[in-house]
């Protein structure tokens, strides 16, 4: 999805309203590839400390303006990792695929923090863009990602009419020990 159709997008995802309070309180939270910044907003009303990292420097000059929010523009696909080092209780991604950015988000995860991914999906092709399938996940993969790293707290991979006709596959995943056994990421193994 362009910068600009993600923009356009103002309403938080459901996914996301949804899992952003398991976050850790008070917490600092990376919204990747933020767009116009509806997950950052949400995020800084719940309390959390947000890093907001876009290519778009226009929509996030907007977003500088926002208690809470420390806003980068990069290019996330053709730079370097802009948070070397740096760590997360929480990282939002939504609408947005880069495949060779998998293992630097689940290394910026700090222990039990919260991956909450939403993206499209192969199928989508039918509803309209993205329709690459560079852009578009393949049937499980986000579990394949997390697998034997984070403890999956849901998942899904469906149709969906709202905010358009889409299929999309989600993903709420913690880097939290697993309950059963105290080890980390045994549940997908």
Sequence with gaps: MRSSEHAAIETPSEWITRFAPLIRRGGRVLDLA??????????????????????????????????GIEVKSADLEAGPWPFPG???????????LHRPLFPAL?????????????????GNERYGRPSN????????????????RLRVVAYEDMFVSNPKPAKVQRICAT??????TGTTGRLLS
């Design 34 to 67: 933020c767009g116009s910044g509806r997950h950052a907003r949400l995020l800084a009303r719940l309390g959390y400390q947000v890093a907001a990292v876009d290519r778009d420097a226009e929509a996030l000059e907007a977003l500088s303006l926002v208690a």
């Design 86 to 96: 740096a760590v997360f209780a929480g990282i939002v991604v939504a609408n947005y």
């Design 106 to 122: 689940l290394d910026s995860l700090e222990p039990e923090g919260l991956l909450i991914y939403e993206t499209f999906a192969l």
């Design 133 to 148: 399938p560079q852009f578009l996940l393949r049937p499980g993969e986000l579990l394949t990602v997390v697998r034997g």
């Design 175 to 180: 880097a939290a020990p697993d309950l059963d």
